[in-house]
């Protein structure tokens, strides 16, 4: 990526607490008492996202805060941490929404998340925006290349789940595709005509 995009770029750390936000919206509109096929999309989506999320920061964002900080804790927990989401993950996987054991494993998945994205928040973030100031916009840029190319070894994945947990997200985002594709439409009939 050029130095000008990469200076155009969100800062990596900004990527990060949005990644998490996405995340943990998704987690609060998991219920109890929704139907399984609901279930499965939103445990689909969140668990799709955490595979990404936790893989981009293994790539790009450990190694540049080790740079400059190896021996921290929450540093030096932060992938276990992950390997811990990751096998909750493997079980959830292999757990039907229709099983009873499904609730309390996706409950200890958003435990461990929101465990891992508090160290991360109150730790990490802040020390890399004290210690990294001028590489967090370049790596930003190095975190949304590396997101593409993930992005594209699963985009149907992607996409269905995200439409299925965030439905009126999705209702949103196509209503608004489908008013600019009608006024771009319209606006080259007046050109044609006028
Ligand atoms: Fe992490
Ligand atoms: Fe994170």
């Given at each position: ?56 920061e293994?790539?790009i964002f450990y ?132």
């Amino acid at each position: 990526m050029s130095r000008e995009s990469s200076n155009l770029s969100p800062a990596i750390t900004t990527m990060i607490r949005l990644d998490h936000m996405h995340v943990l919206a998704a987690f609060h509109r998991y219920h109890r008492d929704s139907a399984w096929w609901r279930k499965r999309a939103i445990v689909n989506s969140v668990c799709a996202a955490l595979e990404i999320h936790a893989q981009l920061e293994e790539e790009i964002f450990y190694p540049a805060l080790a740079e400059v900080a190896a021996t921290n804790q929450s540093l030096q927990a932060s992938r276990p941490a992950h390997d811990a989401v990751r096998a909750t993950i493997r079980e959830l996987r292999a757990t039907g929404p229709e099983n009873a054991a499904y609730d309390a494993l996706f409950m200890q998945l958003m435990r461990d998340t929101l465990h891992h994205v508090a160290d991360e928040e109150t730790v990490l973030l802040p020390m890399a925006e004290r210690a990294l100031k001028q590489q967090l916009r370049s790596l930003g840029a190095d975190m949304t290349r590396r997101r593409i190319e993930l992005l594209k070894e699963r985009p149907t994945e992607v996409a269905v789940n995200t439409m299925r947990t965030f439905p009126l997200a999705t209702l949103a985002l196509a209503t608004a595709f489908v008013v600019c594709l009608t006024c771009a439409v319209r606006g080259n009939a007046r050109r044609r005509h006028g």
